[in-house]
């Protein structure tokens, strides 16, 4: 296929024509089905790199620094949503050139400091490039959310190319990871409404993570002593 035409195609629009469904799409455009297919292969590359890490932080400290790996692909319904707040187009190259999180990879770990010593040794990786970072943890959002953010850009290779695919990683410890995954099955359940009382509620449940993480920190210490 020549330039011109996968450009061509890359630029058609995904949108639900003569009765397609967003499902119908995600199951029969072998050209999104192919796209998905190179963020896969990204999430599966960047999802060896911590693997291997860990291996090696086990091996010479005899103890893992990332506890759990989890990894989505967004759904074509989420990638709509997000594309028209952006006032973008439903198409394959929209999809590539506007959105950084298609892709999303999740490290967990015990201590806060295993969060950077991890994504620091992952960023000394040349064939790594960092997009972006935000870090939540030492600046909060508003409600209480602590996390690090890393937009980053990995090669992915096929038979015949070479792609630079684009991901989201986030690292958490696991006190921040069980606020977060509470928080959004309370923020957005259907059958309630969430109201100014329980935000701070959980902003409170927030800081008492965030507390906990400090004292784990501290009786990691005492041991190293």
């Not at 069980?178 to 100014?196: G, P």
Request: net charge negative; proline share 4%; hydrophobic share 35%.
């Amino acid at each position: 296929m020549s330039e011109e035409t996968k450009d061509a195609l890359w630029s058609q629009p995904l949108s639900p024509m003569e009765g397609q469904t967003l499902e119908r799409i995600e199951q029969e455009s072998k050209e999104y089905i192919r796209l998905m297919a190179y963020y896969r292969c990204a999430m599966m590359e960047i999802e060896t790199k911590f693997r291997v890490l860990n291996e090696e932080y086990s091996l010479e400290y005899d103890r893992n620094p990332i506890s759990t790996i989890k990894t989505r692909l967004k759904r074509l319904t989420s990638i709509r949503e997000k594309l028209e707040k952006k006032g973008c187009p439903l198409t394959l190259k929209a999809i590539e050139e506007n959105l950084n999180d298609v892709a999303g990879i999740r490290v967990v770990c015990p201590f806060v400091d295993d969060v950077y010593t991890i994504a620091e040794a992952f960023l000394k990786q040349d064939d790594i490039t960092l997009i972006r970072q935000k870090d939540y943890i030492y600046n909060p959002k508003p409600n209480g959310y602590r996390s690090l953010h890393f937009i980053v850009e990995v090669p992915i290779f096929l038979s015949h190319e070479k792609r630079l695919m684009k991901a989201e990683i986030q690292f958490r410890t696991i006190a921040m990871d069980f606020w977060a995954s509470v928080e959004h099955e309370l923020r957005y359940k259907k059958d309630f409404t969430f109201t100014d009382e329980m935000a701070q509620e959980l902003l409170k449940c927030a800081e008492m993570s965030s507390e906990l993480d400090a004292r784990m920190d501290k009786l990691r210490q005492r041991l190293r002593q």
